[in-house]
């Protein structure tokens, strides 16, 4: 069975990866570039560099829930068509970055401006290609958060339970005040192929992260288990699972991560 498990894989790994090599995924993206977005349906037009959002330093301050539903960023990048009047309104990045907030004991510096007097301060966001030094450095920032060998090179999972990093969930004046869902339990997905050790979906787990709003019911209509149909090719091509898992969350090439239950 185990070598059932093996040979699948390694068939899969090898038609996963042409698969991502044919997409837009090049290459194994470096710890600290691990869920870098590029945001650019304005920027250039205007002037200005393409801004650069990376996933880790937010990620590790906040929830996927309070940025992908209560704030209402998309999933992919560029689809929230983000204006720079919306940023200087307090909506989206302006939510936070509008010089009020305080986070590690300093504000948060402001998003756009009518004017580019102060380009340095654009430049911290629309920064690509340019060389604007990092005042949050990646190494420093994770040295002691528990490792791990895909994406970021971090174990989010385990930093947050071991309390290196709280993340905030809740936004005065942002963020509706809900009822504490009861979680779900726990579930095995079962894998179509005979022999595939069994996936175990843990939704405690995933709740800590995303909240119930961020899966469903976009990603997973699924109000009951098996309504939605996937395959590892459509997880592979960024679908279901796929949507966080090879973009933010740890990658697909971690397979044992997922299919871990023993035959
Ligand atoms: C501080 C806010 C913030 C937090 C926290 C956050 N995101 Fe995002 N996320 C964004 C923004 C902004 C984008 C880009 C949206 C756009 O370009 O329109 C994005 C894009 C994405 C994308 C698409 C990436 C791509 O390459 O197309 C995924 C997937 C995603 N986020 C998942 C997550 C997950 C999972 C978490 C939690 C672990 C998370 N995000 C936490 C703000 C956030
Ligand atoms: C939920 C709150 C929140 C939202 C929304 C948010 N940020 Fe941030 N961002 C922060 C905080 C907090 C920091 C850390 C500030 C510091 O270190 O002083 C930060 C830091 C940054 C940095 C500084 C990196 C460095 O180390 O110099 C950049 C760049 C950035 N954010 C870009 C963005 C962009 C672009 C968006 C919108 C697409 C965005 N952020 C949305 C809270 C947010
Ligand atoms: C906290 C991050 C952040 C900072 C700082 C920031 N911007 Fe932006 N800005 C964005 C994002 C995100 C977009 C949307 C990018 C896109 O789609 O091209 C944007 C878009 C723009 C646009 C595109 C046109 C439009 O109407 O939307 C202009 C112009 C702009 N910003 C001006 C500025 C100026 C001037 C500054 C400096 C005073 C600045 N921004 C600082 C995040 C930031
Ligand atoms: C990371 C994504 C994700 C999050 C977050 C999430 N779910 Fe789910 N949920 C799933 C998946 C995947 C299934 C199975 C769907 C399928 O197979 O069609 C599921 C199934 C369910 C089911 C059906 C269970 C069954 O045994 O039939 C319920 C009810 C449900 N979710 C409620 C919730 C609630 C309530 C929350 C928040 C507390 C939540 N979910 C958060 C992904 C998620
Ligand atoms: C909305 C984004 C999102 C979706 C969709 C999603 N995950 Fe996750 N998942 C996360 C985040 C965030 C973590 C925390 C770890 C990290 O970021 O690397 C995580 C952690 C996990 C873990 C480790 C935790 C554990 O249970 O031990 C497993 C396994 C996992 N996901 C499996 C799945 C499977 C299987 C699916 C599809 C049925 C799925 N995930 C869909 C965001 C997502
Ligand atoms: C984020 C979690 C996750 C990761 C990582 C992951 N898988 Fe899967 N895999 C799934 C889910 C969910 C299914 C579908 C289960 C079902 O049939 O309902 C699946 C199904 C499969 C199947 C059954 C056939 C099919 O297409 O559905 C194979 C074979 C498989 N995965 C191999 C792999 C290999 C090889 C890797 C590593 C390169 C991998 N998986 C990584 C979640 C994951």
Avoid at 42 to 48: C, I, P, R, T
Avoid at 107 to 126: L, M, P, Q, T, Y
Wanted: hydrophobic share 35%; proline share 3%; charged share 25%.
């Amino acid at each position: 069975m185990k070598r059932l498990f093996f040979i699948i894989c390694l068939i899969l790994v090898f038609t996963g990866l042409s698969l991502a090599q044919t997409g837009v995924k090049k290459k194994r993206p470096l710890p600290y570039d691990y869920g870098r977005v590029i945001i650019n349906n304005y920027s250039e037009k205007e002037g200005l560099a393409p801004v650069v959002f990376d996933h880790w330093l937010h990620r590790a301050k906040f929830t996927c829930r309070l940025c992908h539903v209560d704030i209402g960023f998309g999933m992919k990048a560029g689809s929230t068509g983000i204006k720079a009047s919306d940023n200087i309104k307090g909506y989206y990045c302006g939510t936070c970055h509008n010089g009020k907030m305080v986070s590690n004991n300093r504000k948060v510096f402001e998003a756009c401006s009518k004017d580019k007097e102060d380009i340095r301060r654009c430049e911290r966001c629309h920064s690509m290609g340019k060389n604007v030094k990092k005042e949050n450095d990646f190494n420093i920032f994770t040295e002691k958060l528990p490792k791990e060998r895909f994406g970021n090179g971090i174990n989010w999972e385990k930093a947050e339970a071991d309390g290196f990093i709280k993340p905030v969930d809740f936004i005065e004046g942002i963020s509706i005040k809900r009822h504490s869902l009861t979680v779900q339990k726990d579930f095995a997905l079962e894998a179509k192929v005979k022999g595939m050790p069994e996936i175990i979906f843990s939704h405690k787990k995933h709740t800590i992260w995303n909240g119930c709003e961020v899966c469903h019911p976009e990603i997973f209509v699924g109000v009951k288990r098996g309504a939605t149909k996937y395959s590892m090719v459509e997880i592979f091509d960024g679908k279901y699972c796929g949507v966080c898992h090879g973009a933010v969350a740890f990658p697909l090439i971690d397979c044992q991560r997922c299919h871990t239950k023993p035959v």
